[in-house]
């Protein structure tokens, strides 16, 4: 943190705790960002602290559950005059700027698949593990063939051949947007959510893993995190630093045609990690530039332009590639 405020101009630096943060720990802030996690069971002081301090409010959240509740901030925010923004992150606010512009002028959505493959060589910390192991082996609400069905977290193992790093071994996720692309888009099919992890062996062994939370044997994986990461960052020196997302849609278009299309991309040189933060920076540029225009609470989709990601993008050299009919 002190890098990048020295990098931007040589701001101060404060080191608050979220857990103790209150309004006057944000008095002469303009916007916070909160970017620690995991959010699977975040509690919702900063938002409180915002909130008292009439501070914009901007979060990375991934908890399903966090981000499907932030609406219960609205009166608050719509009253203090301030924006309450959660998942300002790859999903959902990022997975949604693409899907807008790949089914712009259609008639109707039938399909949704959206899949992050980070290499193994990325940087990796403990909230992210302690997130994934939240929801491994627990049942996930997943809506696919036209319906919601129950499906084991880290489940619906199967093979992903994406462009640009081959092929990867991929696995449910539970994310917000498996509630939000159905909410928004209304697929006629599915609209489902999957991650891979670079190494079979560690994709294949958390699945395995994720066995006796799926047959009530453990209630969960998650205090395991701490032995987990340890092991993980045993094979750092394996696989690539190379990771992808992609997102693939089908349905009707505006002249009533099937059609699929089909956005990905690619990370190499360990810059993947740096995705999930480029939603909440062009949310600053807007701030800095003449606002959002809007107060209340809500999750992040459908706010963002693909177009606002693309400097960015091109910054950290992410290719990305279009493919459809």
Known sequence: MLQLATGQGGYAVRQIDRDCIDA?????VDM?????????????????????????YVDLADGRDFVAAIGRFDAAAKAAGIAVITGASSVPALSHAVVDDLIAGWRQVERIKIGIYPGNRAPRGRAVVEAILSYSGKPVRVFREGAWQMQPGWGMLHRADIAGIGKRWASICETPDQD???????????????????????????????????????????????????????????GSDKGAMDVQV??????GQAVQRRWTLTADANHGPY?????????????????????????CAGLLHLSEFERDFDALGMARRYDGS
């Open 32 to 56: 916070v960002i909160d970017a620690a996690g995991p959010f699977q069971n975040s509690k919702t002081r900063v938002i409180a602290a915002a909130l008292g301090a009439r501070c914009h």
């Open 24 to 28: 006057d720990d944000l008095t002469g």
């Open 275 to 299: 995705t999930p933060t480029l939603a909440a920076l062009a949310l600053a540029r807007r701030l800095r530039d003449g606002g959002f225009g809007f107060s209340g609470a809500m999750a």
């Open 180 to 238: 939000l692309l159905v909410a928004r888009y209304a697929p006629t099919r599915s609209a489902e959510f999957f991650a891979g992890l670079e190494l079979s062996l560690l994709h294949l062994g958390l699945w395995g893993l994720s066995l006796p939370v799926r047959w009530k044997i453990i209630p969960t994986l998650r205090p395991a995190a701490g032995v987990m990461l340890w092991l993980a960052q045993r094979f750092l020196c394996f």
């Open 250 to 255: 089908t349905g009707i278009d505006g002249a």
